[in-house]
């Protein structure tokens, strides 16, 4: 390692705290905290600001794979992934994460932005007014759960998200309970960032705008520090989550996440 990327190292490694134990704490992917400051990362270092958007969407989905998978095994071992459900909606979410992918190679970097500002601003407002998915007691047919399927990975692949924000209020609908909706929810991001990660870094192969160490649109360095601390300190906010007052926690969360979407928007 250049002396030059010790202090680029330390940046990563200190965002993958700060995503990890928001993501412990609030129970959202850290894509919604990882990829608006690897936007911001990048722009510090230089990078041409018409990958950076691609960069950090791209990076946020291959940490995910990471993370995920260590969710999702937690999950699996305390029995809360239903299977048949995950089944049903993974075709759809193997097809939409390639498709969000491309969708996001077809935009610029700056339009890509406004979107993600526009569904952060989204985010936000619907944690500050505390609504809930609306529990529900039939369950959707096979086609719809494609189709519901293919939805959530277009929308998480496109801006760089596990799905939870998606996936847990569908399940919910179709009559599952919270902690199997959280932990089947957790299941299917896996998927998404596996697909979407790959198409990422294919889409990008080869563009001579991006920075060194990077494979497409994912960059390593950045990859490798936040994964680094990143699943240790969600088990952190896990922790202060039951200790910490919820509807401030909520509040303060949605501020941020309402300044970040403004910023983009803006």
């Avoid at 002396?3 to 894509?31: K, N, Q, R, S």
């Avoid at 305390?78 to 498709?99: E, Q, T």
């Avoid at 944690?127 to 007691?137: D, V």
């Avoid at 001579?208 to 994912?218: D, E, H």
């Amino acid at each position: 390692m250049t002396e030059a990327m010790v202090p680029i190292m330390i940046g990563y490694l200190a965002l993958g705290v700060l995503a990890g134990t928001l993501a412990g704490v609030f129970g959202v992917g850290g894509g919604l905290i990882i990829v608006p400051a690897l936007v911001f990362a990048f722009g510090m270092q230089g990078v041409d600001s018409s990958v950076a958007m691609h960069l950090a969407i791209g990076t946020s989905l291959a940490t995910i794979v990471v993370t995920g998978a260590s969710s999702t095994w937690g999950h699996m071992k305390k029995g809360s992934v239903k299977y048949g459900w995950f089944l049903a909606l993974l075709p759809g979410l193997m097809l939409g994460a390639i498709v969000g992918v491309f969708v996001a190679g077809n935009l610029t970097s700056g339009l890509l932005g406004t979107l993600f500002g526009l569904f952060v601003t989204l985010v936000a407002g619907k944690m500050a007014l505390g609504r809930g998915p609306k529990p529900g007691t039939v369950a959707p047919g096979r086609l719809a759960m494609g189709v519901a399927g293919g939805v959530i990975g277009a929308v998480s692949a496109l801006f760089g998200i596990g799905g939870g924000t998606l996936t847990i209020p569908w399940l919910s609908r179709a009559g599952a309970r919270m902690t199997e909706a959280v932990g089947t929810s957790a299941a299917c991001g896996l998927p998404i960032a596996i697909f979407g990660a790959l198409t990422f870094m294919a889409v990008g192969w080869g563009n001579p705008a991006l920075p060194s160490w990077s494979t497409g649109f994912v960059s390593w360095p950045a990859l490798v520090g936040i994964v680094l601390t990143s699943v240790p300190f969600a088990r952190l906010g896990v922790r202060l989550a039951h200790v910490l007052p919820a509807h401030i926690l909520r509040l303060a969360f949605a501020t941020l996440l309402a300044g970040v979407g403004l910023r983009f928007l803006l």
